[in-house]
Nanobody
Framework: QVQLVESGGGLVQAGGSLRLSCAAS????????MGWFRQAPGKEREFVAA????????YYAGSVEGRFTISRDNAKNTVYLQMNSLKPEDTAVYYC???????????????WGQGTQVTVSS
């Protein structure tokens, strides 16, 4: 089992920045690929970013590429999502997930956090 706890969400104005963190406990964090997903009200969950176990493989959704940066610190069992130039359409609950392969497909991840709310005002 892997337990994931997200933090760092909040309310920010458009153009602002937030840094999300996801702290993992349980099994060896460095064995897992990590992903960030988000779900806005009335919409399906969507992929945001993913990073391989060593940090060598990184993927972004087109809607966030160039604005968001995913990173991980295996010594701290934590994955981060730096979000810059935020837009109102980035408003959503953001979830981190752990899985055995880097993927943009949510069903390939085995463990999920509870989510953290990000609200971007215009």
């Amino acid at each position: 089992q892997v337990q994931l706890v997200e933090s760092g969400g909040g309310l920010v104005q458009a153009g602002g920045s937030l840094r999300l963190s996801c702290a993992a406990s349980g099994r060896t964090f460095s064995n897992y690929a990590m992903g960030w997903f988000r779900q806005a009200p009335g919409k399906e969950r969507e992929f945001v970013a993913a990073i391989g176990w060593s940090g060598g493989s990184i993927y972004y959704a087109g809607s966030v590429e160039g604005r968001f940066t995913i990173s991980r610190d295996n010594a701290k069992n934590t994955v981060y999502l730096q979000m810059n130039s935020l837009k109102p359409e980035d408003t959503a609950v953001y979830y981190c997930a752990a899985g055995t392969a880097v993927s943009g497909i949510g069903d390939t991840y085995d463990y999920w956090g509870q989510g953290t709310q990000v609200t971007v005002s215009s």
